[in-house]
């Protein structure tokens, strides 16, 4: 009777030691799952695509301050604009859009023909140049053939209609050559978008009206992103012309075959010459 008690209580005894290994491996095993689970989390988030954070990024401009867009405030909006549109309607000016209406944009230079003033040019951000021969009513797109879709400025013979220059490209970039953090302002006055917009190749110019380019300024094969910002066609001779870039003020007096920087000062964007004065111009920077 007694061995049976011993062999009872030793099974008990085992049973509880067991039972102990068996819970205290449990909750070895638990945090590290949760640790694992945090890790787990935190890849996530680090590995999170380029494309969501963008997308919550546009999310968030457009539902500040709530935290998602609510469908209400659409028609919200819609109401404010109507009673905003019938509130203007006495005040409305007599500008209307010409175009191109065919898709969204921004246009940076438009030129008149001198010697057609129904012939118009426009530069597009990152659309190309157009050419409308109706006065603007309707436009069309006209290639250059080149690399680029950034035109910044056009410039029309005077003497001949036929010849053309357009400067490429939209540059906001450093252009301090001592600073070593291209994210910083170094005494300009602002805050520097780093290299923000669309690349240049130089000037193009052409001698048919527009059926085929070439080079006048060439900076096809520069590895920084540049811009022609603006030009201007000398009122005394039409073989002296002026480019304001992000290198500084170009000059030519062949009628574009050679430049020459005469203002090296970083992103000149605009000119202004004077129109009885030869020689006299000012500069914005």
């Not at 013979?157 to 906001?172: A, C, H, K, L, R």
């Not at 073989?239 to 203002?263: E, K, M, P, Q, R």
Request: net charge negative; charged share 20%; with cysteine.
């Amino acid at each position: 009777m007694n061995k049976k008690l011993l062999i009872l209580l030793s099974a008990s005894i085992v049973c509880l030691f067991g039972w102990m290994i068996f819970q205290t491996k449990i909750n070895t095993h638990l945090p590290k799952n949760n640790v694992s689970s945090d890790k787990k989390t935190e890849e996530e988030v680090e590995n999170f695509s380029g494309a969501g954070k963008s997308l919550d990024a546009w999310s968030l401009a457009r539902s500040y301050p709530s935290e998602k867009i609510k469908a209400n405030k659409f028609t919200e909006s819609h109401q404010i604009k109507q009673r905003l549109l019938s509130d203007n309607s006495s005040n409305r000016s007599d500008w209307e859009p010409l175009g191109p209406q065919n898709f969204a944009g921004r246009i940076l230079a438009i030129t008149v023909d001198p010697n057609n003033p129904n012939t118009l040019y426009a530069g597009a951000a990152s659309g190309g140049l157009w050419k409308s021969i109706d006065d603007g009513a309707n436009w069309n797109y006209l290639s250059t053939g080149m690399p680029v879709l950034g035109v910044s400025s056009i410039i029309i013979n005077p003497d001949n209609s036929n010849e053309m220059f357009i400067g490429t490209g939209e540059v906001y970039g450093d252009f301090d050559p001592n600073d070593i953090d291209p994210n910083q302002s170094t005494g300009q006055g602002y805050t520097i978008r780093y290299r923000r917009g669309t690349y240049g190749i130089g000037i193009l110019k052409t001698i048919d009206g527009g059926l085929t380019w070439d080079y006048s300024l060439d900076w096809s094969q520069e590895e920084e992103l540049k811009g022609v910002n603006c030009m201007e066609i000398s009122p005394f001779d039409s073989d002296v012309l002026y480019a304001g870039t992000t290198d500084g003020l170009f000059h030519s007096i062949d009628g574009g075959t050679n430049w020459t920087n005469i203002l090296n000062l970083p992103n000149v964007m605009s000119l202004a010459m004077h129109p009885t004065n030869e020689g006299t111009m000012l500069v914005g920077v």
